[in-house]
C-alpha cells in the first residue's frame, strides 16, 4: 500500500484529524469541539492521541504515514513552526507547537496558516490539478489566501505572504478592518462584513423581501440569510451580494497583476451565493484587466469542498522540499 498523509485542522469550533490517501481522498476523521480553551500542552496530547487512534483503528502504523500537516488560523512563522499569533485560541503567544507535536513521532511534522494548507490542498487535489502555480483565495468570515509558485508555496519572509485580505480596495471607506485600517477587502466584501452592510441600506430606506421581525438584530445578518435572499430575489441582498463581488473582482485583479498567475482559485462560504456572485467578480475583474490578458487566465472555483482544511492539512506534507 502507498503510503499516506495525516492532516489536522484546527479552527476556532473544531479541531478536525484526518487520514488522507496520496490522491486527496478522506480515509477517515475525527471532529473535536473541545480544544479552544485548553491550555497549549493538552492541545498536543489530544491531537497526539487523535493521530494514533485514528490510525490504529484503520490498522496502520506510523510507518504508514509520509508526514503530519497541521493548518492553524493566524500568523506562523513557518521556518520554526512557531504559532506568532492566533485569534481562535486562547494563549499561544509564540508557541512552537511544531516541535511539541514533532516530539510524539519519527515522521516529519509541518505546520503552516490554515489558508496555506487549504491553497495547497486545493492545488495538489483540486481546481489547481495540472497547474504549477496559482492563487487560492478563501472568502467565508474573513478571507484568507496562499500562493503557489512553481508547485511550492510562497510563504515570503516570515510565512505571512498572501495576506490579501488587508489588501486596500476603497481607502476612504467607512468599513474598518480588524487590523485597524480603512477599506481593506476583508473589511468590504466578507461574512465581517454584512451586518453593516445590510443595516445601511435598510437605514438608507431600502425594503427587504426578507420578512424579518421589527426587532431582527443585524449583527445576524450572515452568508446563509443573503443566500435566503438571493434564491428568494431579495433586492437588498442581491445588492450586497453584488457589493462584494465588486471589492472581491478588484482584489482578483491586484493579485493578477502582481503575481500574473495562470489560475485563481476562489473558495469558501460566501462561494454558496453561486454564478450570480462569480459572474460579478469575473465582470468587475474583466472590466479593470480589460486588454492587459496576455495568455490563458483562469478564475475558478475551489473544488474539493467542506473538507478542504483538513485535507490541505495533509497535503503540506507533499510539498518539495
Ligand atoms: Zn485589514
Known sequence: MKRILCGVDIGG??????????DGSLIDK?????????????????????????????????TDLIGIGIGCAGHIRFRDG????????????NYPL??????????????????????????????????????????S?????????????????TGTAGEFGHMIVEPESELVCTCGNRGCLMACACGLALPHLFRKKISEGKISGLNLPPDFNFDRVDGKLLKQ????????????ILDSAHYVGIGVYNIFQALNPPLIVLGGGLLSWGDFYLSQIRKTFNEYARDMIFDP??????????DVGVIGAASLALEPC
Open 141 to 157: 468570515t474573513g478571507i484568507g489566501a496562499g500562493i503557489i509558485i512553481d508547485n511550492r508555496l510562497y510563504r515570503g519572509l
Open 297 to 306: 487566465f483562469a478564475i475558478d472555483v475551489s473544488k474539493i469542498g467542506p
Open 229 to 240: 435572499g438571493l434564491d428568494m430575489g431579495d433586492p437588498v441582498s442581491m445588492e450586497i
Open 98 to 139: 511544531r516541535e511539541n507535536i514533532k516530539r510524539n513521532f519519527s515522521v516529519p511534522v509541518i505546520l503552516d496558516n490554515d489558508a496555506n494548507a487549504q491553497a495547497f490542498g486545493e492545488f495538489r487535489f483540486g481546481a489547481g490539478k495540472g497547474y504549477d502555480s496559482m492563487v487560492f483565495l478563501t472568502i
Open 13 to 22: 469550533t473544531k479541531l478536525s484529524t484526518a487520514l488522507v490517501s496520496h
Open 82 to 93: 512557531v504559532i506568532i499569533t492566533t485569534s481562535n485560541l486562547k494563549g499561544y503567544k
Open 30 to 62: 475525527c471532529i473535536d469541539c473541545d480544544h479552544v480553551n485548553k491550555p497549549e500542552n493538552q492541545l498536543v496530547e489530544q491531537i497526539t492521541e487523535n493521530i494514533k487512534r485514528l490510525l490504529s483503528k484503520n490498522g496502520l502504523n506510523e
